[in-house]
Nanobody
Framework: QEQLVESGGGLVQAGGSLRLSCATS???????MGWFRQAPGQERHFVAA????????YYADAVKGRFTISRDNAKNTVYLQMVNLKPDDTAVYYC?????????????????????WGQGTLVTVSS
């Protein structure tokens, strides 16, 4: 049974920083991983992705230059370092193993999740 457990969220003022963690499993070391976020009443949106190698990363335009995705396969953990947080970053953040939905490779406009969604971790950025 695969588990995806996100942690590290909390309440932070605009301009602050948070580091999210995603506990995965050894099997998921063979896949790309992504972070997604969902604001109340909205759909889940792509935030960042990292290839299996951990070398190549991709980011949504809204977070480029502010968020950094990384992974430590030895620890079965994926991270999302967030700096200069903005109120628009407020959302529940989820991680998942992913593949490009288009089938034409990385990067992709959309990705499909390979595991069930976990509970996520809530990030609230106040002004």
């Amino acid at each position: 049974q695969e588990q995806l457990v996100e942690s590290g969220g909390g309440l932070v003022q605009a301009g602050g920083s948070l580091r999210l963690s995603c506990a995965t499993s050894g099997r998921l070391n063979s896949y790309g991983m992504g972070w997604f976020r969902q604001a109340p009443g909205q759909e889940r949106h792509f935030v960042a992705a990292i290839r299996r190698s951990g070398v190549t990363t991709y980011y949504a335009d809204a977070v480029k230059g502010r968020f950094t995705i990384s992974r430590d396969n030895a620890k079965n953990t994926v991270y999302l370092q967030m700096v200069n947080l903005k109120p628009d970053d407020t959302a529940v953040y989820y991680c998942n193993a992913i593949e490009p939905q288009s089938g034409f490779g990385w990067p992709a406009r959309r990705y499909r999740n390979l595991e069930n969604w976990g509970q996520g971790t809530l990030v609230t950025v106040s002004s």
